[in-house]
């Protein structure tokens, strides 16, 4: 009877003929083309072919199984769920309400245990949530007031930059006037200086022709008085001699010795004077004269003088040495071309200079931070944007994980990536091009985003070889959702 209704319905479905009405207590099943009457349900034998005529026997085991679940677990005051009719009387409690072992072993109900448990589960998510939730307000808040900081800053600085800049300007065409006038003015006084230096020179070159031997003379005489003076007074101390020894010395016969002894260094010393005055003399008739030089020769001359003078009548006597000795400040002082305030004016632009350039740095390096931070996307209204330049850490297994947002990722010292970009609807970040893996190429992190009280990174693990997936709980991942909130309160009144 049972094959000829299954016939009938196959003919019907062959020949377009409309699905059958499903009578009072039947169910309808294969698409509708088959109707089992009420007796017949649940009674241990599969009549449908998709097997929804056993829902409660595992004699549709074979067909359910492969296709979708058809064992209804009421599980009363808690939530029904379909499972696999293979799985009814298999010795297993697969319902909270032991509704899919009653045929075999006795199921403890625990459904009020369970429904208990994941309330208290709610609640305890519900509070994160809402903890989350005021957290994140605060760090939108905080992110409102960075980016509100960061365009002040903006604005002023770029207006900043441009007030430096135009009071640079100023600056530098005020050094550029006085090291013009600087250059002018030591052009004229190193002319002026040359041709002074060249005058007293031209004078000096005939006072050594007229008095180079007046002067040697006179060193001579002066070094001659000087030793036989020495030697007078000398032969005078050795009182404690006796009388007969120093009778016998002459006066002449001393004062000989005295410049015979005093001839050999006054010779070698006067010699070296000669040259000096003859070096200057060829110096000063050249074509093309180096008043420098010859001014420097012309010194030594006067320092030599100086020093084989032993009277100050000699240095009196010495015109070479008065003229040079008198001039040579004089040329010197000549060189100094800005008076004191200018010299002070150009030292203050130059400092001036230095601590704009300072500011400007100063200024630059803002805009260029701020500039940086535009170019990151923080989310769709920047919550995620207080945790730039923060870092978070956990050991798991034995390995230290580091993830640092909108930054670098890293496996104890291997990098797993660097931010690249954010997930489907800002609910996961991908760190890209890490350290290469040999045989995978560089290794990449996913990061999932759940709401939570903290930011903590929760648990980081190899998906595949080389490929990392993380979860990181975040008061910004928590978002307003009317449908948690209508399921939390219907829980609440269950």
Not at 29 to 38: M, P, T, Y
Not at 219 to 227: G, N, P, T
Not at 366 to 388: F, M, S, W
């Amino acid at each position: 009877m049972r094959l000829f209704f299954v016939f009938i319905s196959g003919v019907y479905a062959f020949w377009g003929k409309a699905k059958p009405q499903v009578p009072e207590g039947a169910i309808a099943c294969d698409d509708g083309w088959n109707i089992v009457e009420s007796e017949r349900i649940n009674d241990d034998f599969c009549d449908c072919d998709d097997g929804h005529d056993e829902p409660r026997t595992s004699a549709c085991s074979r067909v359910s199984s492969s296709r979708y679940p058809s064992f209804k677990c009421e599980n009363v005051r808690y939530e029904s769920k379909m499972i696999y009719t293979s799985r009814v009387n298999d010795g297993v409690c697969d319902c909270c309400d032991g509704s899919d072992e009653a045929s075999k072993i006795i199921c403890e109900n625990v459904c009020d245990a369970e429904a208990a448990a994941k309330k208290a589960e709610r609640e305890r998510l519900a509070l994160v949530r809402s903890t989350g939730l005021a957290k994140r307000r605060e760090m939108l808040q905080c992110s409102k007031n960075e980016l509100a900081a960061d365009a002040r800053a903006k604005e002023f600085a770029e207006s900043a930059l441009t007030d430096l800049q135009l009071r640079r300007d100023q600056v530098q065409d005020e050094i550029d006037r006085l090291e013009a006038l600087q250059r002018e003015l030591k052009s004229a006084a190193e002319e002026a200086a040359q041709k002074n230096t060249a005058e007293i020179l031209n004078s000096a070159m005939d006072v050594v022709t007229e008095t180079s031997q007046a002067s040697s003379a006179a060193i001579r005489l002066a070094v001659a008085a000087s030793e036989i003076e020495a030697l007078m007074d000398a032969t005078t101390r050795l009182g404690g001699l006796p009388e007969e020894i120093t009778d016998k010395f002459d006066d002449v016969d001393i004062l000989s010795s005295g410049v015979d002894g005093s001839q050999a260094w006054n010779d070698q010393n006067l010699e070296s004077f000669h040259a000096k005055c003859e070096h200057l003399l060829t110096l000063l008739h050249m074509n093309e004269i180096d008043l420098e030089h010859a001014k420097s020769v012309a010194l030594d001359i006067v320092s030599s003088i100086k020093s084989l003078s032993h009277t100050e009548s000699l240095r009196n006597l010495d015109p070479l040495a008065a003229a040079l000795g008198a001039s040579s400040p004089n040329i010197e002082k000549s060189l100094e071309v800005l008076t004191p305030e200018q010299s002070q004016a150009l030292a203050s632009a130059k400092a001036a200079i230095v601590d704009i350039d300072a500011k400007k740095r100063q200024h630059d390096d803002t805009l260029r931070r701020i500039k940086e931070n535009e170019k990151h996307d923080y989310g769709p209204d920047a919550a995620y944007r207080t945790l730039k330049g923060q870092c978070f850490s956990k050991r798991i297994a034995k390995y230290d994980y580091e993830v640092c947002p909108f930054g670098n990722s890293k496996q104890d010292h291997t990098s797993i990536g660097k931010f690249g970009t954010w997930g489907n609807d800002y609910n996961s970040w991908n760190f890209e091009h890490g350290q290469y893996c040999s045989g995978v190429g560089a290794r990449t992190l996913l990061v999932n985003l759940r709401c939570g009280d903290e930011n903590n990174l929760v648990d980081v693990y190899e998906s595949e070889m080389c490929k990392y997936t993380a979860t990181f709980d975040t008061p910004a991942a928590c978002v307003e959702n009317d449908e948690e909130n209508a399921a939390i309160s219907s829980d609440d009144s269950s």
